[in-house]
């Protein structure tokens, strides 16, 4: 079945270090894989869209890798800080035009 | 531009009831989407739909109608509401699927089914 994973735990990092959040997939060959930002109480809020062939996307302080063999993308958020404190979510369009979320990630920055 | 509006954004149903949580959007975009979140958990996708008229069920449809009679707007119907229910629904909509264009969401409805 298809399955998109990523790490529930929450990732703790200092403020100014670079976070990196890791979206896994699994029986998708998606086309684009998009990733979102979510505050609590909020709805999702999209930051950046990478396709199939390209290999890096760069937005300020966000950079998104998508490697299609191993079937997986990284996020980072360089120079990070506190007010980057959120639940960051990755999500595949598929074959069908749909989007389909991962678990999301929880991201705290300590001052 | 307001975006993508949901209301109401709390509402408490007992099981049995019915209701309807309104979306509506002001970009003028073919694509709406109704999603449901639970706690700790992905979004999943309920009904969507492509432009006015017509609309499809997503990964979990059971329990839930749609209509969409014009582009700015897309309810979620709430038939004999179950506890199962209780969730946080979004809307979202977007111009065209994939390319440059991420979703728009809405703040969502919390819903309670007691």
């Known amino acids: 079945s298809q399955k998109i994973e990523q790490n529930s735990e929450a990732l703790n990092i200092q403020e100014g270090k670079t976070a990196t959040l890791t979206c896994n997939y699994t029986n998708y060959s998606p086309a684009y894989l998009q990733w979102y930002r979510q505050d609590p109480g909020r709805g999702p809020v999209f930051l950046l869209l990478?396709?199939?062939?390209?290999k890096e996307k760069r937005k300020e302080r966000l950079k998104v890798t998508f490697d299609t063999t191993l079937k997986q993308s990284l996020f980072h958020i360089t120079a990070s800080q506190p007010a980057d404190s959120a639940t960051y979510l990755c999500a595949l369009l598929n074959a069908g035009n749909m989007l389909t979320f991962g678990g999301g990630t929880r991201l705290m920055v300590k001052p | 531009n307001a975006g993508v509006t949901q209301t109401p954004k709390f509402r408490i149903l007992k099981i049995g009831q019915s209701m309807t949580l309104q979306c509506a959007q002001d970009m003028n975009h073919n694509y709406m989407y109704w999603y449901r979140q639970d706690p700790g958990m992905g979004l999943k996708l309920i009904y969507y739909?492509?432009?006015?008229?017509?609309?499809d069920k997503g990964e979990v449809p059971n329990g839930y109608n749609v209509s969409r009679s014009t582009t700015e707007d897309f309810p979620l119907r709430l038939e004999l509401a179950a506890p199962s229910q209780t969730s946080v629904y979004f809307c979202?909509?977007?111009?065209?699927?994939?390319?440059?264009?991420?979703?728009?969401f809405g703040s969502g409805t919390r819903l309670t089914v007691v």
């Open positions: 979202a909509s977007t111009l065209m699927t994939g390319y440059n264009y991420g979703y728009t």
């Open positions: 739909s492509v432009g006015a008229g017509i609309t």
């Open positions: 990478i396709r199939e062939n390209e």
